[in-house]
Structures are given as C-alpha cells and as structure tokens.
C-alpha cells in the first residue's frame, strides 16, 4: 500500500520560513511528478508547485521567488521550502505524487498540513 506523509506545517510569523516534507513510502517502481497544493478556508485548492522526475518545476504566480520545490531521490521525499511566508499563505498544504506500479499509474494524495501565518 502506498503512503504519502507530510510533515513540516505549523505558525509561523509574516516574513518567516517553514519548510514541508512529502514522504513516499510502499511498493511502488517509481514516482513521476510530485506536486504541492493548498486550500484556505472558502477557497478552492490550488497548485503550489510541481516537480517532474527530471526536476522540472513549475510555479503558482503567487509563490514564485519566495517557494522552492525539490525531491530526494534516495528517500522518495518532496520539500516545499517556503520563505517570505504571508498571511495570504496560510492553508492546508497537501502532497500529491503519480505513481508508477507494476500494471498502472495512480495520483495519491497525502493527509494534509496546516500552515498559518499570524502575528
């Protein structure tokens, strides 16, 4: 069964970084694209950042400059360091990854991380 688990959320202050993981655990033969989303209270989710299995990243125009995507190979893990972190930031941050089994390909979401940017 395959699991992804994040970690990493939490308050932090306007002006101040946190840094996200997305950790792949099961049996599985690879992981394509892993990505980052987020939902605010109200709001419909949206994309964060994305990263391919040949370290492509994309950008929500939000987070460009301030947010930097990346993957450990060796331990199937996505980050999500984000810096310059504002108010308008704050959500529930999700890992999504596509994963390669033996007979298919499936999108696997993780539990969810809050981050909340408050003074």
């Known amino acids: 069964q395959v699991q992804l688990v994040e970690s990493g959320g939490g308050l932090v202050q306007p002006g101040g970084s946190l840094r996200l993981s997305c950790a792949a655990s099961g049996s599985f033969f690879s992981i394509e694209t892993m990505a980052w989303y987020r939902q605010a209270p109200g709001k419909q989710r949206e994309l964060v950042a994305s990263?391919?299995?040949?370290?492509?990243?994309n950008y929500a125009d939000s987070v460009k400059g301030r947010f930097t995507i990346s993957r450990d190979y060796t331990k199937n893990t996505a980050y999500l360091q984000m810096n310059s972190l504002k108010p308008e930031d704050t959500a529930v941050y999700s890992c999504?990854?596509?994963?390669?089994?033996?007979?298919?390909?499936?999108?696997?979401w993780g539990q969810g991380t809050q981050v909340t940017v408050s003074s």
């Open positions: 999504n990854a596509d994963i390669r089994l033996a007979y298919s390909s499936l999108y696997y």
């Open positions: 990263i391919t299995s040949g370290d492509r990243t």
